[in-house]
């Protein structure tokens, strides 16, 4: 058998790469007066031929290339493929949303392109120097695109802080490539899991997992690692919320997911009960604060800390098991975090007038679809079935119980209930007669190409919620490419297969 041209390991990032650089050179081509929305076309045309070359990775054969750094297989697809939607759907959404006079158009639907190279990129790498490369090419376009909005003080805010502390999470997790470089002598991925078993200072491995558990956790919001979270998401254009809510994390997950399954397995009573701790902080500490907001993005950024404790729980679960739970609870979170973001930014406008919960008030009276639309979202993250949400969070806290961790599922049903207190408010908030002493603020028109991003999370929603079994397959087939760990051939009496339990 001929074989795989390496080209073809890395198609999507090509795709991407390419879109980028045209979107940039056609801006600098056109003349100064002209438009630059097309350009979004270009890049979301572009990125719409990414994910069908992801697609297309399927037919070939699982594997590496460039002498072992990239790999292939049906788990790089799965986040590739979510990925490149939740990137498409941002852009959709920005098309609409962006005013014609803003400045460099180009540029931010460039950025976005160059983003999901990292993302990509991400999820792929089995070599931990190119993790460190992707990792960076994805946090410097988010950097930049967080202070877009220039002519407002919170923009530039959001991009410091979450440069400077970016950056110092980057470097935990460059200190912890070193120490287990140290140690093993290797950064391939399945080299050092071959070695960490016999490897002589096991001291040095351990520090290197913890230094590098600090650097992902901070991709992701993680407890104790989200202050950034509220400030960047509040001074952040909501198109921007939109994706880097979304798609980072979705590739910081896949690459945590590849680092405890696949290259530390043996490490498993080490990171598991730290994952364990990290879940409860991550749920308690982000629905608490959530409860306290009047903020509507800053709710949903501590919302979207509670969710990370939700996917961790998964990490509880038995080898294959949690990583399916984990893949799926991601694009369960995606869809509908996405979508409720696309609603915000045309209830509130590019410029943010309308940020608070009370300027909600009324919204279905003022516009019928948006007011729905919300309030399905606003249900779905709490969890009601027929929601990806609900089967999100099954999947999770059933791999949990399946794992032992059953007190750690138990306190997620318990936060998944505090969580309901304010997403149901501003649903309620949403539903109530508007107030007649204060002005009737119209939402957003919705255009076609913000109409088709909205369409594009509801189908998914429902279709995560309805019918997952298809969604769940591509996980499972997802996890069985990682090495599980040992564990997973004796599994304790109360382990759970996500299979009985498809609807």
């Known amino acids: 058998m001929n074989p795989v041209p390496d080209?073809?390991?890395?198609?999507?990032?090509?795709?991407?790469?390419?879109?980028?650089?045209?979107?940039?050179?056609?801006?600098?081509?056109?003349p100064p007066h002209w438009a630059r929305r097309p350009l979004g076309w270009v890049a979301?045309?572009?990125?719409?031929?990414?994910?069908?070359?992801?697609?297309?990775?399927?037919?070939?054969p699982e594997g590496t290339g460039f002498s072992g750094t990239i790999e292939t297989s049906a788990f790089t697809v799965f986040f590739h493929v979510l990925i490149c939607g939740v990137v498409l759907v941002a852009l959709l959404l920005s098309l609409d949303t962006l005013p014609e006079d803003s400045h460099h158009q180009g540029e931010f639907y460039a950025l976005m392109v160059f983003g999901a190279v990292g993302m990509c990129l991400l999820t792929g790498a089995v070599e931990l120097l190119l993790v460190f490369i992707a990792l960076e090419i994805s946090s410097i376009a988010t950097y930049v695109l967080a202070g877009y909005r220039k002519d407002t003080a919170r923009g530039p805010e959001a991009a410091i802080k979450y440069f400077l502390l970016g950056s110092f999470a980057t470097a935990f997790l460059l200190y912890g490539v070193a120490l287990i470089f140290g140690a093993t002598g290797t950064t391939q991925i399945y080299e050092i899991a071959r070695l960490v078993p016999t490897a002589q200072n096991h001291s040095l491995i351990l520090a290197g997992l913890g230094l590098m558990l600090v650097g992902i956790l901070f991709k992701v919001s993680a407890a104790p690692f989200h202050v950034w979270t509220p400030d960047v998401y509040e001074g952040s254009p909501t198109p921007v919320v939109a994706l880097m809510s979304t798609a980072p994390k979705a590739a910081a997950f896949a690459l945590l997911l590849r680092v405890v399954y696949e290259m530390l397995p043996t490490l498993r009573s080490v990171w598991q009960p730290l994952l364990w701790v990290v879940a409860v902080l991550s749920m308690t500490v982000g629905n608490l604060a959530a409860l306290r907001q009047q903020n509507v993005k800053r709710m949903l950024a501590y919302s979207s800390?509670?969710?990370?404790?939700?996917?961790?729980?998964?990490?509880?679960?038995?080898?294959?098991?949690?990583?399916?739970?984990?893949?799926?609870y991601a694009a369960a979170y995606a869809a509908m975090n996405v979508g409720i973001f696309a609603v915000v930014?045309?209830?509130?406008?590019?410029?943010?007038?309308?940020?608070?919960?009370?300027?909600?008030?009324?919204?279905?009276?003022?516009?019928?679809?948006?007011?729905?639309?919300?309030i399905f979202f606003l249900v779905s993250l709490v969890g009601i079935p027929f929601t990806g949400g609900f089967f999100g969070k099954f999947y999770s806290f059933s791999a949990a119980v399946g794992g032992g961790a059953i007190w750690l599922a138990i306190i997620g049903l318990l936060n998944s209930g505090l969580a309901a207190a304010y997403y149901l408010r501003l649903a309620l908030v949403a539903a109530q007669q508007p107030d007649a002493q204060k002005p009737v603020v119209p939402a957003h028109r919705v255009g076609i190409a913000v109409g088709a991003a909205l369409l594009l999370a509801v189908a998914a929603t429902l279709v995560l919620g309805i019918v997952p079994g298809d969604v769940l397959h591509a996980a499972e087939a997802a996890a069985y490419t990682l090495q599980a760990p040992s564990t997973e051939t004796s599994a304790p009496a109360n382990a759970v297969d996500l299979k009985m339990m498809m609807p």
Do not use: C
Request: charged share 10%.
């Open 345 to 374: 930014t045309l209830v509130s406008g590019y410029d943010e007038k309308l940020p608070l919960i009370d300027d909600f008030r009324g919204l279905i009276y003022r516009s019928p679809l948006l007011g729905s639309l919300l």
């Open 305 to 328: 800390i509670a969710h990370a404790g939700y996917l961790l729980a998964a990490f509880a679960g038995l080898g294959n098991t949690g990583i399916a739970a984990a893949s799926f």
């Open 7 to 30: 080209i073809f390991r890395i198609l999507p990032e090509v795709i991407l790469t390419l879109t980028g650089v045209a979107v940039m050179l056609l801006d600098a081509a056109l």
């Open 44 to 60: 979301a045309i572009g990125t719409t031929l990414a994910l069908w070359g992801s697609l297309g990775q399927l037919s070939l």
